[in-house]
């Protein structure tokens, strides 16, 4: 009896103990196949969800360049690989070195967002601070996209712009409307009360320089080549259209001579069938390497026909030229003028002039090209003084070119030590041979434009205008250094 009693004691513990083995063995099975709980307090939802609406909000900005795009969009994978090589080598691993390992990735990658989402900021900062016009609506984006649509149910968001009476409101073409120079005239004359319609093939120009006004109802911009006829209704023509950068009118120098003659022909056809007055901008160019200082409009200059400036300098000369033909001809009420070296916000910042050059190395850290010794000089004007130059030549009384520039005088080497102290560089300079055919001396007489422009005369220093322009090339630099930047991987001081 007690033996059998002992005999099943015995037999239950053995089933036991089967059953608590099969047990484990199960559990370990199914540890195995559906991997380890995630502890609490480790969630990985939200650096997914968070990286999804980084990725949303960069649709909305949607000139981010495509470095940019590429790193938000790279974002998930990122996560997913980590993720996967994780799970690949989980039974080597312990729970806890897991977790931890889940955890300094989860922490890698909100640092990330964090970069991501200061990368958004910066550059919607840099957007405004790039808008001469703070926009009035809330959202930059949203803004750009009524702009892009083109529409007009949204014009509290363009600057408030006077009204005129019809009598006194003005339909105005501007070619090269989408230029540096034209832009400003553009926003001139547009809050001064008048129709505007820009013409221009964008050669040199930028829809961005304008892109404020798309969609107002007295702006119209033509996608247009004035080399080509152009039939539009107009009371007065600002004719700008011409690249104007040494390195931009020399890189076609055959387009160059067609669009200051040719296409100065149809403008100056185009003011003959409308009865319209015209403005042509000429240059300081026209006195070629001047053997008078400073320039006077009587000088008649003295520039090589066949150097590499030339398709620019004859160019422009022919356009004088024509102009006065047709004035005389025509009876065409003209207006010429003669600008020297301008500068501001909106300059191309790669236009390759001295003033985009110097700012743009200074504020990267590079050294300063200075052409020559940098004993030569050039008298550099703020955009809006031009700008107010113009507006006064195109009403004034006065037919016969009028100089239009800074009498200050500054010699190239200086100019450089200038920038340089304004941006606080820490760049050296790095001299390189002179050009052909580079004027030595430039300073304009500005006495007529003082006399027949009623006392127009410019306003602001070289410091003041460089400040600001100063500022609109460190936003530019920001957004383009910090596209290059992502693809590989240098920094620049201008981040700073
Ligand atoms: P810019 O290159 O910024 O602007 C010129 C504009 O003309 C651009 O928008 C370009 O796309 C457009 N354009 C060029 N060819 C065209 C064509 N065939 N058809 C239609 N559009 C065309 O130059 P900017 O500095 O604004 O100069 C404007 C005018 O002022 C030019 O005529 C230039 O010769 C004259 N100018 C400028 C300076 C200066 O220092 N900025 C000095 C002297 C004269
Ligand atoms: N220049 C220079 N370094 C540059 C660009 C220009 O020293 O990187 C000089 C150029 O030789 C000229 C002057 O600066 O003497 C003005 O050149 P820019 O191209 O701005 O216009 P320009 O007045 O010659 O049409």
Redesign the pocket.
């Known amino acids: 009896m007690t033996l059998r009693r002992n005999l099943l004691r015995s037999l239950f513990v053995c089933l036991v103990v089967v059953f608590l083995s099969l047990t484990l063995v199960y559990n370990r099975l199914n540890f195995y196949s559906s991997g380890p709980p995630i502890p609490d307090g480790v969630n990985l939802q939200p650096s997914f969800s968070q990286e999804n609406n980084a990725i949303d909000k960069s649709k909305d900005a949607y000139h981010l360049e495509s470095s940019f795009k590429d790193d938000l969009h790279a974002a998930p994978l990122q996560l997913q690989s980590p993720l996967q090589s994780a799970a690949k080598q989980i039974s080597p691993l312990s729970q806890a070195t897991f977790i931890e390992e889940m955890q300094s990735e989860i922490s890698r990658l909100r640092q990330r967002l964090e970069e991501m989402e200061r990368k958004q900021a910066s550059f919607e900062g840099h957007q405004n601070g790039a808008q001469l016009f703070p926009p009035l609506s809330s959202s930059s984006s949203s803004r750009h996209h009524q702009q892009q649509q083109g529409s007009s149910n949204n014009y509290q968001q363009y600057m408030k712009t006077k009204q005129l009476p019809y009598s006194e409101k003005k339909r105005i073409l501007i070619?090269?409307?989408?230029?540096?120079?034209?832009?400003h005239l553009l926003d001139r004359l547009l809050l001064d009360g008048h129709e505007v319609i820009v013409?221009?093939?964008?050669?040199?120009?930028?829809r961005l320089?304008i892109a404020h006004w798309i969609g107002h109802p007295n702006f119209e911009l033509l996608h247009?080549?004035?080399?080509n006829p152009l039939y539009v209704e107009v009371d007065e023509i600002y004719?700008?259209?011409?690249?104007?950068?040494p390195p931009?009118y020399m890189m076609n120098a055959v387009?160059t001579i067609?669009?200051n003659t040719v296409?100065t022909i149809n403008m100056l056809g185009l003011a003959k069938r409308v009865g319209g007055r015209i403005l042509v901008?000429?240059?300081?160019?026209v006195y070629g390497d001047p053997t008078v200082h400073p320039q006077a409009e009587t000088y008649w200059g003295n520039v090589n026909p066949i150097g590499p400036r030339s398709c620019?300098d004859e160019g422009?000369r022919v356009a004088e030229a024509l102009t006065y033909a047709y004035a005389k001809q025509e009876r065409l009420e003209v207006r010429v003028a003669?600008?020297?070296?301008?500068?501001g916000p909106?300059?191309?910042v790669h236009?390759g002039?001295v003033v985009s050059n110097f700012i743009s190395q200074a504020l990267q850290g590079r050294r300063l090209s200075v052409y020559g010794e940098g004993r030569q000089t050039r008298s550099f004007?703020y955009v809006t003084d031009l700008v107010e130059g113009l507006v006064r030549l195109m009403a004034a009384n006065y037919s016969q070119p009028v100089n239009l520039g800074n009498p200050e005088e500054t010699r190239i080497a200086d100019f450089a030590r200038i920038v340089l102290d304004l941006v606080h560089g820490y760049a050296h300079i790095e001299h390189f041979p002179t050009p052909v055919d580079d004027p030595r001396r430039r300073r304009p007489d500005i006495s007529l434009a003082k006399r027949t422009l009623h006392g127009w005369t410019p306003n602001v220093t070289l410091e003041e205008g460089l400040v600001k322009t100063i500022d609109y090339f460190r936003g530019e630099l920001r957004l383009s250094l910090g596209q290059s930047r992502n693809s590989n991987g240098g920094r620049s001081s201008v981040e700073t």
Request: no cysteine; proline share 2%.
């Open positions: 070619t090269g409307g989408a230029g540096f120079v034209g832009s013409a221009d093939n964008f050669y040199t120009g930028r320089n247009h080549d004035i080399v004719h700008l259209a011409s690249p104007a950068s931009h387009k067609k669009t296409g901008a000429s240059t300081s160019e620019y422009k003669r600008i020297f070296n301008t500068y909106r300059m191309h236009d002039r004007q």
